[in-house]
């Protein structure tokens, strides 16, 4: 079944240090890959996504996802976290023709100080 | 440029009540979208909009939701009757064309709790 999983739910940084949250997908062919954040009392906010070629891509905010075919992933990294960054990330998939945005569980970042 | 507003912030009813949300999308953006965000997990797709035509409204539980969009700006969610589960943040989101490929604009959310 085509899915999307961050095997992450919770993940604490100390401010300055760097991050990775993790993103895996299931699917036959390479979806369309996308990064959101929702921090608290806010609407999701795109941070970057992937469609094809380069296999690095720089977002927002200082965020980078690398895509992996071989590993089916879609890791976000920054390298060097501020308290700002304190948030929800979903990593989200289109699969198919319709569209559709499917998203992943979640990864809650919480950064000390 | 304004975003997608969302009202009301928050609602608290009881189960077998009747609740409405609505959503004003970004002018010009032809796709809506409402999605259903239950606690712990990610956001879920519940109907998708192109100006005042249903597109995908494949996982709405319609014996108890139904949405509307009207001239194609405007949009509605309404549950009844409302059950425990149902308890969530609605999430409204907008796109300039279907899909937008993924770039969708959302607005701050309904959170509803049902008692």
């Known amino acids: 079944a085509q899915s999307v999983t961050q095997p992450d739910i919770h993940i604490t940084v100390s401010e300055g240090a760097s991050l990775e949250l993790r993103c895996n997908y299931s699917?036959?062919?390479?979806?369309?890959l996308f990064w959101y954040v929702q921090s608290p009392g806010q609407g999701l906010q795109l941070l970057l996504k992937?469609?094809?070629?380069?296999?690095l891509v720089q977002g927002i905010k200082g965020f980078e996802a690398e895509f992996k075919r071989s590993q089916s992933s879609f890791n976000l990294r920054k390298p060097s976290v501020h308290w700002s960054d304190a948030a929800e990330y979903f990593c989200?998939?289109?699969?198919?023709?319709?569209?559709?945005?499917?998203f992943g569980s979640g990864t809650r970042l919480l950064v000390r100080p | 440029e304004a975003g997608v507003a969302q009202s009301p912030r928050y609602k608290i009813i009881e189960k077998r009540q009747s609740v409405a949300f609505w959503c004003n999308p970004i002018?010009?953006?032809?796709?809506l979208y409402w999605y259903q965000q239950i606690l712990g997990q990610g956001p879920k797709l519940l109907i998708q909009f192109q100006n005042n035509g249903v597109v995908d409204d494949s996982q709405l539980p319609k014996d108890r939701f139904s949405a509307e969009r009207l001239k194609g700006v405007d949009s509605t969610l309404k549950i009844q009757p409302a059950k425990l589960e149902d308890s969530a943040v609605y999430l409204c989101a907008s796109s300039l064309e279907t899909g937008g490929i993924g770039k969708l604009f959302f607005g701050s959310g309904t959170q509803l709790s049902v008692l």
């Open positions: 992937y469609f094809s070629g380069d296999t």
């Open positions: 989200a998939v289109v699969m198919d023709s319709s569209y559709k945005l499917i």
């Open positions: 002018s010009g953006h032809a796709t």
């Open positions: 699917y036959g062919a390479t979806p369309y």
